[in-house]
């Protein structure tokens, strides 16, 4: 369909980011890429094992967004 914008994924690889990954993740969901009103994007948040709290600040920030982001930690 011309003008819609097509789904996609943002993969956000991290390891020992708790600096920065919930700005990095809330600037991403602060995105305006959407069809009207619909998002079209989430993101994935891929957690390397981290030893600091990455995927738990990454965690807080899925939840604060529900359905827009996904964490996967190894």
């Known amino acids: 369909m011309p003008g819609v914008r ?31 009103a619909e998002r079209r994007f989430d993101v994935l948040v891929l957690d390397d094992g981290s030893l600091d709290a990455t995927g738990e600040l990454a965690r807080s920030a899925a939840a604060a967004a529900p359905g827009a982001i996904t964490v996967l930690e190894r």
Request: glycine share 4%.
């Open 6 to 36: 097509p789904w996609i994924t943002v993969l956000v690889p991290a390891a020992d980011e708790a600096a920065v990954i919930a700005t990095v993740v809330a600037d991403l969901i602060a995105q305006d890429y959407a069809d009207g």
